[in-house]
């Protein structure tokens, strides 16, 4: 019975990770909860799985639970604020973290559980995207485990050789026959999209992902191809390899969710129906499988596989961030902070959809040559990049940069 702590449980990932511990309860027991500030689902989840404590970084969001808790005679420990995330996130009475606490704010608690020895199913990339050889440095010195949730990284995990499965963030690759990874992408919604048009595009149009059920900034994220340059940096410190040894494949239908080419000429793939519970479920069970919920792959009815390169023209972003993971960390904590700054001013119709890349690029080259060897420095680099980005979206500065 492995004992679970959801960081993050209210969000997509969060739930669908709930919605595989229910259909197992005799695999996975849910001991804590944490979430931002949606009341009303923590509530639900509280009253489905009765953890022992919930976090609520919202201290007046985290006290409005408590008072519903109560009315209910649920006899859940609320707590609030960033440490009580840390806190649970290495507590003894847990063994496994689903770290899936979308952006920077997931760090603290994702490292902290590394530290603390514990299973780890990464679904934050924000983690090793802000904070790649410090986070790895700390897995190598724990007894931890890191397991990838990204539904692209878990593929590319399958279809590594056993004993490469072992050693994340330490992998030997090449020694194992492997000459490159292939990240597939979809190309999100505007993949066939007109240029010309680019600037006019809403959030809502963003947020209509083809393939995938996601929230709003990860979908957004996809729209921009961020997402793709964020898991790229990812799969290089997850799978310890060099910028060179990954490529973007552009695969609209969203099957095959990525591979592995092997220097004797074959390709190994992972494949499967877009849904995040397969690569939650095999993580959580891992090396077992268990019910993920979710319907078989039907090939007599999945249409093709078409692939192709990606165009940096339309994607823009994907190339800044391939050029910031060969630059370095400080230019890739940079790119993660302005984006989420930028992402943000664009769902709130600040900016346009093309501004987001304006702003990105803009932070990157101010703070690349900036030395980020600790935690700490990661969070203080983070802090003044969101400044300066959140400068230019009030100063309407946009235009400018």
Known sequence: MRKICVLGSTGSIGVSTLDVIKRNPERF?????????NVEVMFEQCQRFKPEKVVMVSESHAKVLQARLSEHDLAIEVLSGEQALCDIAS???IDTVMAAIVGAAGLLPTYAAIKADKRVLLANKEAL???????IDALQASKATLLPIDSEHNAIFQCLPWAEQEKVGACQLTAHGVNKILLTGSGGPFRTYPL?????ITPEQACKHPNWDMGKKISVDSATMMNKGL???EAKWLFNVEPEDIQVVLHPQSTIHSMVQYKDGSVLAQMGNPDMRTPIAHALAYPERVDAGVDNLDFFTTASFDFQAPDFERYPNLKLA???CKSGQAACTALNA???IAVEAFLNNEIKFTDIFKINETSVKKFVLEQVTSIEEVV???SRVRQFATTIVKDNAVNHV
């Open 196 to 200: 010309t048009e680019f600037n006019d």
């Open 338 to 340: 302005a984006n989420e």
């Open 380 to 382: 203080h680099l983070d």
């Open 129 to 135: 995207v802000t904070s790649g050889q410090i986070f």
């Open 29 to 37: 027991s849910v001991v804590s909860l944490a979430a931002n500030s």
């Open 91 to 93: 507590e003894d009475s």
């Open 322 to 324: 391939i050029d910031a």
């Open 231 to 233: 898991e790229f940096i």
